[in-house]
Every structure is written in structure tokens, then in C-alpha cells.
């Protein structure tokens, strides 16, 4: 699962951005910086991560990394299941990246915690299916194959939760323009009106303002 992290980060970009200013524009612009400073902090996380052996020898040897991996049928279709070498790996790899989730958990759980339940999920699922691969019930290829399938889940559980978000920002921000909207128009129709009239021969003209 972990390797669709900077994916699911990025559905954050989809905020609305609001033409006029209203507390939901204000509320959007403060997500926003969330994200962008959440998502900086994430990427400088995984690019660390490489830093260590034990990451690297992971993503060449167990876990896809992302699509367009080069060894990616390779992992996908391996018989092979933990050995003790690969294990000590493999848990370094898991330690390093526990630090990326709790970046994405803390800026997730900033903009709402809606957006972080899809990630909880995934987690779950995913830190079951290395339960089951440190124990070697399950193959290389079989824990890459059941992580795709969770990695499809959360693309939906997410990308619902994220116009969820987007969708009530949005009716929040059409409220407020109706209501200053309103509030003009009374205005308009309850100011002092003037009105100004003159007599030219037997006609009375009258102007209003």
C-alpha cells in the first residue's frame, strides 16, 4: 500500500479555489498551505528513506514500488516467500516508512479527519498482509497482488472522501455569497431615496435617486 502514498497525497491538489472571498475561500487557503507544507515534508520523507540499504534492497526485491516499476511482473508473479535475510530487510524497510505515514497521517488529520479514514483502512489491511508475509504464508507475488487489489479501495474510499470535502466548501461558499447577496439587496431597497421635481409648462417631471 505504502507505494501509492504520493498518489493519494496528491488528490489533496483537487481543493476548490473560490473567485471571491469568503470564510470558505479563507478555509481553502489555509487547506491548501496544509497540504503543500504536509506534502513537501512527505517527499523529502520517502526520498530519505532510500538513504538506507535495507529500503532499496526492499523495493528491488519484494515490494513494488509504483506502476511503472521495472520489476514489476517480476514481484507480481514470484513464488518466492521470506527468508531470514530478506526479513531483516524487510523490517528496517517497514521501520523507515512508519515515518512517511505519520507525516500523511498529521497532515491529513489537519485538513479533516474524513480524509485520514481511507488511509487507516488501507493500513490495516496492508500491515495484515506483512503479518502473513514475515510469517511466509504468503509469497512475494501474493502480498504485491493483495496490496494492488487495497490499493484500488483506497483510490475510491478516497477520492469520495475528497469530494465530500470539496462539495461541503464549496456549499458553504455558495451560502455566503447568497447571503451577502441578500444582505445587498436589502440595503439597496432600504436606503433614502431623494427625489427632485419640476414643472415645465403643464407638466410635472419628477426624478428619484
Same mark, same amino acid.
Given at each position: 500500500?505504502? &507505494? ?9 491538489? $483537487?481543493? *476548490?479555489? %473560490? !473567485? @471571491?472571498?469568503? #470564510?470558505?475561500?479563507?478555509?481553502? #487557503? =489555509? ?6 507544507? /504536509? ?5 523529502? @520523507? ?28 517480476? *514481484?507480481? =508473479?514470484?513464488?518466492?516467500? *521470506?527468508?531470514? +535475510?530478506?526479513?531483516?530487510? %524487510? ?8 515515518? @512517511?505515514?505519520?507525516i500523511f497521517s498529521e497532515t491529513a488529520?489537519?485538513v479533516h479527519p474524513s480524509l485520514l479514514?481511507? =488511509? ?6 496492508? +500491515?495484515? *498482509?506483512? /503479518? ?8 512475494? !507475488? ?6 494492488g487489489v487495497a490499493s484500488n479501495e483506497? +483510490?475510491?474510499?478516497? $477520492?469520495?472522501?475528497?469530494?465530500? %470535502? ?5 456549499? +458553504?461558499?455558495? &451560502?455566503?455569497?447568497? $447571503?451577502?447577496?441578500?444582505? =445587498? ?7 433614502? &431615496?431623494?427625489?427632485? @421635481?419640476?414643472?415645465? /409648462?403643464? %407638466? ?6
Open positions: 500500500m505504502e &507505494r501509492i502514498i504520493t498518489y493519494f497525497m496528491m488528490f489533496f491538489i $483537487s481543493l *476548490l479555489v %473560490f !473567485g @471571491c472571498a469568503t #470564510q470558505a475561500q479563507q478555509r481553502a #487557503q =489555509a487547506t491548501q498551505q496544509i497540504i503543500d507544507d /504536509g506534502l513537501e515534508k512527505y517527499r523529502i @520523507c520517502k526520498k530519505d528513506m532510500k538513504f538506507n540499504p535495507s529500503v532499496e534492497y526492499v523495493l528491488q526485491e519484494i515490494v513494488v514500488e509504483h506502476n511503472n516499476s521495472s520489476n514489476k511482473y517480476n *514481484l507480481l =508473479a514470484s513464488t518466492q516467500k *521470506l527468508n531470514n +535475510d530478506m526479513k531483516v530487510h %524487510f523490517i528496517n524497510y517497514l521501520d523507515e516508512n512508519a515515518k @512517511c505515514r505519520a488529520s489537519k479514514l481511507p =488511509a487507516i483502512n488501507a493500513w490495516r489491511f496492508s +500491515d495484515n *498482509l506483512y /503479518g502473513k508475509f514475515l510469517a511466509s504464508e504468503i509469497t512475494i !507475488g501474493e502480498l504485491n497482488r493483495q496490496l483506497f +483510490d475510491k474510499e478516497f $477520492s469520495n472522501a475528497v469530494n465530500n %470535502f470539496n462539495a461541503a466548501l464549496a456549499s +458553504d461558499h455558495y &451560502r455566503e455569497i447568497q $447571503s451577502m447577496q441578500q444582505a =445587498a439587496t436589502a440595503l439597496q431597497n432600504n436606503r433614502p &431615496r431623494n427625489t427632485n @421635481c419640476n414643472m415645465t /409648462g403643464n %407638466f410635472l417631471n419628477c426624478t428619484s435617486y
